[in-house]
């Protein structure tokens, strides 16, 4: 037991629950950073994992599978898109309707995927590097959508600090009156965030019915979405934490796991409480600081824009 | 006017109504409630396989409707209500959590049959069901004891309560029954159904070095883990070999087709009687699905256990037990009897970990 | 081209209309939807929206089922008009209901007159202490209650599953995850004998006609400034950490009314699943009621309306519970959309004129 050959699989099932966390987290932050709430995560990554998983059996491809599952989610964020933006209604209740719509439509159009199953997407392997004790498999052996959210998130950071398209991003969700003052076209920026959103949000889902558990279930998400919703907050809306917060997450889920079968005589319903109960702590220490918070929270969060209000 | 003729038209129709039934004898109508969606592939979906089987036995005597995805809370009652009130003659409640709703209906409604599933509380018009699946978790543990190496083997399940305590122990003694090596290693993963979670819990488990994987959750991910990982592993309530063509070496079938014709057939008849019936491979109401990826001689084993508890020779629960503290549950020659498996609440020698009080 | 011209006032017109013809888009999905999967859309229709109110139990059990709703979404209503972001009202519901539950159980053998309204103010008080951990950690340490109250709502219901697997499971229940039933004294009178319509009626109605009295006083007042414009609000000397608490308070507070209500009334013993997702359907009930206390009461009993049909549809016509939620899905999108006629006329432009 000298620990480092338990590590490796361990991390590796880390990595497994929290990439979907991420991509849909990465996607609600750019939503939210652009002044959108859209609460129905968990309805567009459950649409993405069914069109995905769908995709894959009747193509035969993972790489169709997962563009199915990002189109979905763009879908369904079209749906709120067009509520909220076109017609102003409330962004919090569409959200949870969108939920509900997602969980009703995927159960509905799903049943005929019960039962069967599909190719698991192929790991990265580089003769060599793979081979390396402990890091070459966490490095170098994994499954491409892994790399991808990584590469997501990167760019998410790169794109909203560096760039004018993230500088006009940033200024829709600090004040849309300026910004549309200044000529920015409020509302289809908005728009493009939440299909962005969808996307991520499709794409965390096919991560799901691929990758996570090859399968279609109804309900398959079992409230992952309702859970990136609440890392985007504790990223405090910035890229980098996001990786922390979902790591962490996915790192205490999996090792109260680990700690229930090496026999730690404490009930399991506290082990499974800790997830939840670090991460608040964790946001306690983080969000103390009250105006580095404020510099990245969007000001116009949640609220609907009328040009000529 | 007008309502002189509405009041002839309403006779007329009621007459009509009338004539039709003793044209030809109503249907009897069985109505099912379930805790998940039918297409959970386990659990709800079997109980709605036995109910099309009803349909099937029974033609157009009967006409079976289901409400599924009733949550255990105050949904239950109103939906076990509005089935005896809207003429269902026998109401088949199948999840341990509408026990008191099924009885409070009951009560109001004495002229209709109840069957609940998994419960110990009956009535004059409920009756009680539910399966031994501890025989078939004997069986799939003694090959499990046969299959592993390590010697250690994982177990997902879903909550503490009895009946899935009751599973382990049986596994645990059924694989001692043939390598008293063998101990089990417990993760809860505190939801029936969460595909992520019962495949984390399952990956933990490899990673701890189990070589043979059971479970006792809904959803075939634990299975697919398995597979994937390159060990070995049970089905559950289904046949889940498409999830797991080299890893599933056989499933523990949950089938009621046979009790719900029978119950169907009684209340048509009127030989209806309440009762609680506990059914176990011998009435197939748990089967076994082929056995597949298994050492012939491994294979022949279990067909003769799976046989000898079908005969009555074994016995699961048969002397002598110990519970991990090392206290004798049940003497040589003396089985646990029905009530104390029911409420089954502590682990027999060789299950690690504290089970929560 | 559709273009919105925001109106003067308000249409006094469109706050009636516009759900009448959000309903009116939805029955025509909806039937379209029956088509499809091969219904008789007229009599599915009906089925769905009409034949759970043609009965005297019909009615009774959509009061019942909205009752938690509009408890809740009267509370949550509160907050969300001063952007106080309470999505935990699940997790207060759960820890209303063990405090009061666990005094039933406690004192499971009490004949008393007071066990009850004990076991409610317990329900209140703990759904407030629940919310006031969300509260506590926005006003000391700045962390978003949005997270804090989800989390929470996790942490209460696996409290609960531990306490019924365990310290709280009925002695005499083999071991199975349930409590005992609570003593007679220790549930919730019924009001209509044959139904279960029961006092916690009241509650949900007293709460809507306090929320209508707080909405044309000063703290009405001070929850809308707070919501629209903070600044303007500590400009006028009104403390925002105390709206904070004020909110969550009172949302923590009726949810976990709700919560006790719900297992000493319809559950009779606290079990590990007593809600069907309330809290979360409640936030919808509160924004579907435009945060109005008379709007929260009419979007409670619609939602609920939307689960006794779902349920009738299955029984009657045989089509799956997904079509429930497909239809919740229709029907909050067209009401939501709707509002839109309220502040805005509609202009739908052609051609050339898009300009």
Redesign the interface.
């Known amino acids: 037991m000298s620990g480092f050959e338990h590590l490796t699989p361990l991390i590796l099932t880390v990595i497994t629950a929290s990439t979907p966390l991420l991509f849909a987290a990465a996607g609600e932050l750019v939503t939210e950073r652009s002044g959108v709430l859209n609460l129905g995560v968990e309805g567009l990554m459950v649409t993405g994992a069914l069109a995905a998983f769908a995709g894959t059996y009747v193509s035969g491809s993972a790489i169709i599978g997962v563009l199915c599952g990002a189109l979905a989610g763009v879908l369904m964020a079209l749906v709120f898109a067009a509520l909220t933006l076109s017609l102003l209604a409330n962004q919090v209740a569409t959200g949870l309707a969108l939920t509900i719509f997602g969980l009703g439509l995927t159960s509905l159009l799903g049943s005929g995927f019960i039962g069967v199953t599909v190719e698991n997407l192929p790991k990265l392997y580089i003769p060599g590097l793979s081979e390396i004790p402990v890091l070459g498999p966490i490095v170098f052996g994994q499954d491409a959508m892994v790399y991808l959210s990584f590469a997501c998130v990167g760019g998410i950071g790169w794109v909203l600090a560096r760039t004018r398209v993230g500088l006009i991003l940033r200024a829709v969700g600090a004040s849309h009156d300026s910004a549309h003052a200044l000529g920015y076209p409020v509302i289809r920026i908005r728009y493009m965030a939440t299909m962005f959103g969808g996307a991520m949000g499709g794409i965390a889902g096919s991560y799901l019915s691929l990758v996570y558990t090859p399968m279609w279930a109804e309900n398959l998400t079992a409230g992952r979405g309702w859970i990136a919703l609440a890392l985007v907050v504790f990223s405090t809306w910035r890229p980098g934490r996001l990786v922390v917060g979902a790591y962490l997450f996915g790192a205490i889920t999996v090792i109260q796991l680990h700690a229930q079968g090496l026999g730690v005589a404490v009930p399991s319903q506290f082990l499974s409480m800790t997830p939840y109960l670090v991460t608040i702590m964790v946001l306690v220490v983080i969000s103390r600081d009250r105006l580095k918070i404020q510099l990245n929270a969007p000001a116009c969060l949640g609220r609907s824009f009328h040009p000529a209000q | 006017m007008l309502r002189s003729t509405l009041k002839t038209l309403a006779l007329a129709a009621i007459g009509g109504a009338m004539l039709s039934v003793s044209a030809q004898a109503e249907p009897t109508k069985v ?1 099912f409630i379930y805790v998940g ?5 386990g659990w709800s979906f079997r109980h709605d396989v036995g109910r099309l089987a009803i349909e099937k036995e029974l033609g157009d005597k009967v006409k079976t ?11 239950a ?3 076990i ?3 005896a ?2 003429g269902h003659k026998l109401i088949f409640t199948t999840s ?2 509408y026990m ?1 709703p099924t009885l409070k209906v009951a009560k ?1 409604f004495p002229g209709v049959k109840f069957e609940h599933a998994t419960g ?1 509380k009956q009535a004059a018009n409920v009756a009680t069901y539910s399966a031994r699946f501890y025989e078939g978790r004997y069986v799939i543990g003694a090959i499990a004891g046969k299959m592993t190496k390590s010697n250690v083997i ?1 177990y997902v399940g879903a ?4 009946e899935v305590v009751r599973g382990i122990n049986a596994f645990l003694l059924g694989a001692r029954s043939v390598n008293p090596k063998v101990s089990v ?7 029936w ?9 399952a ?6 070095g189990v070589d043979v994987l059971a479970q006792h959750t809904d ?3 634990p299975l ?1 883990v398995a597979e ?1 990982r390159g060990i070995v592993g049970f089905g559950q309530a ?1 046949d889940n070999i ?2 797991a063509p080299k890893a599933q070496l056989t499933a523990i079938i949950d089938n009621w087709d046979k009790y719900y014709v029978e119950r169907a057939k009684a209340v048509i008849d009127g030989s209806w009687k309440k009762g609680d019936v506990w059914g176990g491979l011998k009435s197939t109401m748990v089967s076994m699905a082929p056995y597949t990826n298994l050492p012939a001689d491994v294979k022949a084993m279990a067909q003769k256990v799976e046989a000898d508890i079908i005969a009555g020779k074994v016995h699961p629960f048969a002397g002598p037990i110990k519970d991990q503290s090392g206290a004798l549950k049940a003497k040589a020659g003396e089985t646990l009897d029905d ?1 104390t498996l ?4 502590w682990y027999v020698e060789g299950v ?3 089970l ?2 | 081209m559709i273009r919105l011209v925001p109106r003067r006032q308000r249409s006094r017109a469109m706050v009636w209309g516009a759900p009448l013809l959000a309903v009116a888009l939805t029955l025509i999905t909806g039937g379209l939807t029956f088509a499809i999967m091969g219904k008789p859309m007229g009599a599915a229709l009906f089925t769905f929206f009409v034949q759970p109110l043609t009965s005297v139990y019909g009615v009774s059990e959509l009061i019942v089922k909205a009752s938690p709703l509009v408890l809740i979404g009267i509370g949550l209503s509160l907050g969300f008009r001063a952007n106080v972001w309470n999505i935990g009202a699940e997790g207060q519901y759960t820890f209303g209901a063990i405090l009061g539950g666990g005094i039933a159980i406690f004192f499971h053998d009490s004949t008393s007159p007071f066990l009850l309204p004990a076991m409610l103010i317990a329900g209140a008080v703990g759904g407030m202490a629940w919310a006031a951990i969300p509260a506590f950690l926005r006003t000391r340490f700045n962390a978003n209650e949005i997270l804090v109250s989800l989390m929470l709502t996790y942490v209460a219901v696996l409290l609960l599953s531990y306490l019924v697997h365990g310290p709280w499971r009925d002695p005499d229940g083999y071991n199975f995850p349930e409590s005992r039933l609570f003593p007679e004294a220790g549930t919730m009178p019924v009001l209509i004998e044959g139904t279960r319509v029961h006092m916690g009626v009241f509650f949900a109605l007293i709460a809507v006609g306090v929320a209508l009295l707080l909405g044309k006083g000063l703290t009405g007042f001070k929850l809308k400034l707070v919501g629209l414009a903070p600044e303007a609000a500590r400009f006028a000397g009104f403390s925002e950490t105390r709206i904070i608490w004020f909110a969550l308070l009172a949302g923590g507070g009726l949810a976990g009314l709700a919560g006790v209500i719900e297992v000493a009334g319809p559950i009779g013993q606290l079990i590990p699943t007593i809600s069907p997702g309330y809290g979360f359907t409640a936030i919808i009930v509160a924004f579907l009621g435009r945060l109005h206390p008379v709007g929260v009461l009419l979007a409670g009993l619609v939602m609920a309306l939307t689960y006794l049909g779902g349920e009738t549809a299955q029984i009657e016509i045989g089509v799956p519970a997904a079509v429930t939620g497909l239809f919740q899905g229709f029907l909050l999108f067209y009401l939501l959309a709707c509002d839109v006629l309220i502040r805005y006329r509609v202009h739908i432009l052609i051609g050339k004129a898009a300009r």
Not at chain 2, 37 to 41: E, F, T
Not at chain 2, 159 to 162: A, T
């Open positions: 109505g969606p039918i297409s959970d592939h409707s289901y409400v599924e995805s009733v949550s255990e809370g105050p949904d009652e109103r939906v209500s509005q089935l009130s809207s341990f959590g008191n109001r110990y994982g909550y503490p309560i009895p290693k417990v993760v809860w993963v505190n939801s159904y969460d595909p992520g979670k019962e495949a984390d819990a990956k933990a488990l490899i990673d701890q959803s075939p991910a697919q994937q289904s498409a999830f009530g029911l409420g089954m609440n690690e970990g504290k929560p009080q």
